[in-house]
């Protein structure tokens, strides 16, 4: 592909302050100039305007977001989310090779995206999960092009109430879906592990962690005295500097920042 790459941002923080949109920018910009290769974004904010791209677009790129990905069923902006959805799946089905829209679904949309394909229930955690965590991949997930050069387990940036469990209930291999990853395991605790990534088909990949997380900027964010009080009152000091440790560990969110979007990006476009 030597045209310029299209790419839609679809925005569903709700005009919520967060570093999502600012990393997902920052990954097409750092993408753009490695390639040589000229990308134009677009952000559509779904939730308060209601807007949605059409199928002009290359990439679409789907964000996290506050709240329940259960509650808003029904409501106008998820369901004009679903029938977009619906669109851009029957569109792949039919049209040439080079026509497929790949879609990458983070965090809550991967939520919305589980509920649309019915590859696992969506429900609220006994507790919120918030930090830095190992992902353990599947046999799926080792062969999954995003997840090249990741080691097993790799680690991300986890932030959510929700969660989406029982994939054996679901037929999900039927589908066509594949689970690639699941969280870490407690064996103390008698609960079944979340899915932390899934491709749904061949051009649509979601992951409940967040890729995109960039950990300098995530690092100065949790360093912000606001941010810092919030996450101290909320989970103690020692998880405040176990998150900027791991943030700032090579190995860890570093890693999976360079990988994982820039290897959707290259398989995508054909370039895996």
Not at 183 to 209: C, S
């Amino acid at each position: 592909m030597n045209h310029t790459l299209r790419v839609a941002i679809l925005d569903l923080y709700e005009g919520r302050p967060n570093e999502g949109m600012r990393c997902i920018q920052q990954i097409l910009q750092e993408y753009s100039q490695a390639k040589g290769l000229p990308v134009v974004s677009k952000i559509f904010d779904v939730r308060l305007k209601e807007e949605l791209p059409d199928l002009s677009f290359d990439i679409y790129l789907s964000s996290g977001g506050p709240g329940s990905p259960l509650e808003t069923e029904g409501v106008s902006w998820d369901n004009k989310y679903m029938d977009w959805l619906h669109n851009l799946v029957k569109h792949n089905k039919i049209s040439r090779e080079a026509d497929k829209k790949h879609v990458l679904f983070i965090c809550h949309s991967f939520q919305l995206a589980c509920r649309f394909f019915k590859t696992g229930k969506v429900t609220k955690r006994k507790s919120t999960a918030f930090g830095v965590f190992p992902i353990h991949m599947k046999a799926e997930g080792k062969k999954e092009a995003a997840f090249h050069g990741l080691k097993d387990p790799f680690y991300a940036v986890d932030s959510r109430d929700y969660q989406v469990i029982e994939e054996e209930k679901t037929d999900i291999k039927k589908k066509g879906a594949s689970v690639l990853a699941i969280e870490k395991e407690r064996p103390h605790i008698p609960l079944q592990r979340a899915i932390m990534a899934i491709r749904f088909n061949e051009f649509m990949l979601g992951t409940q962690f967040h890729p995109e997380a960039d950990a300098s900027g995530m690092s100065m964010y949790l360093q912000r005295a606001d941010k810092k009080k919030t996450v101290i009152e909320g989970y103690g000091e020692e998880k405040w500097r176990s998150m900027i440790q791991q943030l700032n560990d090579p190995d860890k969110i570093r890693k999976t920042y360079s990988e994982v979007i820039p290897n959707f990006l290259n398989n995508a476009l054909g370039k895996a």
